[in-house]
T-cell receptor
Framework: AQSVAQPEDQVNVAEGNPLTVKCTYS??????LFWYVQYPNRGLQFLLK??????LVKGSYGFEAEFNKSQTSFHLKKPSALVSDSALYFC???????????FGAGTTVTVRA | SQTIHQWPATLVQPVGSPLSLECTVE??????LYWYRQAAGRGLQLLFY??????ISSEVPQNLSASRPQDRQFILSSKKLLLSDSGFYLC?????????FGPGTRLTVT
């Protein structure tokens, strides 16, 4: 079985400050981890993924995420948030041999000017 | 490049009416395809997935069905809609490791 937890329903930051969105996961085998962003009434947009290799992965729009196997975490980060980063963020995981993604409940990010 | 289309974008249907939502993918062949439902703008629930023509796996027993009549076409259907079928329906296809999502269909059952 595989699952994802996003412990924060909402994250609020000021523009220019660092942004972190937390994610922890559970899988029985090797995890494939993903972050997506969703703007109102839109489909999900892929941001980045961790499959193997370096624990720090870089993605679109200046986002990065750090894979931590011992803590089973995959937190999303951005060094300097923009107002346009305000959106709903989803973490997702699938086991190496599975077709299906499991999504977290989502975290709403609000960046104030 | 690959593109995924969904239509209609919005739909308002009465309880008990039938449903047909369509998803098509361009620029790839034999994709894995997925239908999700998102309620209240939060988590996604996987409804169906397909790894090939005519092959459908159902994740949740419910009032909905899916079909894949062509390689790049995925259809979500219902014979009689329920109020609880309201939501945002998303189609996705799998490329390499990740999934890419269509623009979604907002369904309101009245």
């Amino acid at each position: 079985a595989q699952s994802v937890a996003q412990p924060e329903d909402q994250v609020n930051v000021a523009e220019g400050n660092p942004l972190t969105v937390k994610c922890t996961y559970s899988v029985s085998g090797n995890p494939y981890l993903f972050w997506y962003v969703q703007y109102p009434n839109r489909g999900l947009q892929f941001l980045l993924k961790y499959i193997t290799g370096d624990n720090l992965v870089k993605g679109s729009y200046g986002f990065e995420a750090e894979f931590n196997k011992s803590q089973t975490s995959f937190h999303l980060k951005k060094p300097s948030a923009l107002v346009s980063d305000s959106a709903l963020y989803f973490c997702a995981v699938r086991d190496e041999g599975d077709y299906k993604l499991s999504f977290g409940a989502g975290t709403t990010v609000t960046v104030r000017a | 490049s690959q593109t995924i289309h969904q239509w209609p974008a919005t739909l308002v249907q009465p309880v008990g009416s039938p449903l047909s939502l369509e998803c098509t993918v361009e620029g790839t062949s034999n994709p894995n395809l997925y239908w999700y439902r998102q309620a209240a703008g939060r988590g996604l629930q996987l409804l169906f997935y397909s790894v090939g023509i005519g092959q459908i796996s159902s994740e949740v027993p419910q009032n909905l069905s899916a079909s894949r009549p062509q390689d790049r076409q995925f259809i979500l259907s219902s014979k009689k809609l329920l109020l609880s079928d309201s939501g945002f329906y998303l189609c996705a296809w799998k490329h390499s490791y990740e999934q890419y999502f269509g623009p979604g269909t907002r369904l309101t059952v009245t």
